[in-house]
C-alpha cells in the first residue's frame, strides 16, 4: 500500500519526538532503576528532582505538539491530532482519577508512574487510528 | 454544508490527490471535505473558489 506524504510539519514534529522527547525517557528511567536497584528511597530536594525528571519528557511532547499545531497547515489534520489528543488526555485523566481514588481508599495497588506515557499514547493513538479510518 | 467540489473535480480530469497538491493539504482532508464530513475553513474555501475560478456559493451551499 503507497504511504500518503506527510506534510513537513508531521515530519518536523517527529524529528524533535525523537531527537527530544525519547531521549528525555531515558534519564527518569536511569533513575528508577538506579533507586530500584540500588533501594534508594530519596528524601527531600533529591525527591523532588526525581519527581521532575519524570515530568520532562511531558513538557517536551507538550511543546512538540504546540509547535506542530501551530506549524500544521492542513486544517483537517490538525482536528483530527486535536482530537486525538483529546481522547488521550480524557482518558489519562479519567484513569488515573480513578486508580487515585481508589489508591486513596486503600482498595487498589499502588499505580506505577512509569505507566503513563502508555496510559496516554495508546488511548491517543487508537483514537487517531480509527479517526483515520473514518476519514480516509 | 453540501458542496460541488467531486462534479468541479471531475470536469478538471483531477484525483484526490491531484487537488490535495494543488491545495497543499493531504488527500484525507479533500475526501472529507468533499464527504460533507468536514467544512473548510474559510481561507480554505476562497483557495478553493480561486482554484476552480469561481465563487464561493458556486461550490459550497447550505443543506436545507
Known amino acids: 500500500m503507497k504511504r500518503e506524504v506527510e506534510s513537513p510539519a508531521t515530519y518536523r514534529a517527529e524529528d524533535r519526538f525523537l531527537f527530544i522527547a525519547v531521549p528525555l525517557l531515558l534519564p527518569p528511567f536511569i533513575a528508577a532503576w538506579l533507586l530500584h536497584h540500588f533501594n534508594v528511597h530519596p528524601t527531600g530536594f533529591f525527591a523532588v528532582v526525581c519527581a521532575f525528571l519524570f515530568t520532562l519528557p511531558f513538557f517536551a511532547g507538550i511543546a512538540i505538539f504546540a509547535i506542530y499545531l501551530g506549524e500544521e497547515k492542513d486544517e483537517f489534520k490538525r482536528m483530527l491530532i486535536s482530537r486525538a489528543l483529546m481522547w488521550g488526555t480524557g482518558v489519562t485523566l479519567a484513569v488515573t482519577t480513578f486508580w487515585s481514588t481508589m489508591e486513596n481508599l486503600s482498595v487498589g495497588p499502588v499505580f506505577r508512574v512509569r505507566y503513563v506515557v502508555g496510559l496516554f499514547m495508546i488511548p491517543y493513538l487508537v483514537a487517531l487510528f480509527v479517526l483515520r479510518r473514518r476519514y480516509r | ?64
Open chain 2, 1 to 64: 454544508m453540501k458542496n460541488r467540489l467531486r462534479v468541479l473535480r471531475a470536469e478538471r480530469g483531477w484525483s484526490q490527490a491531484d487537488l490535495a497538491q494543488r491545495l497543499e493539504v493531504s488527500r484525507q482532508s479533500v475526501n472529507a471535505i468533499e464527504t460533507g464530513k468536514f467544512d473548510p475553513s474559510l481561507p480554505l474555501a476562497f483557495k478553493l473558489a480561486r482554484l476552480f475560478e469561481t465563487q464561493i456559493e458556486n461550490i459550497f451551499s447550505e443543506e436545507t
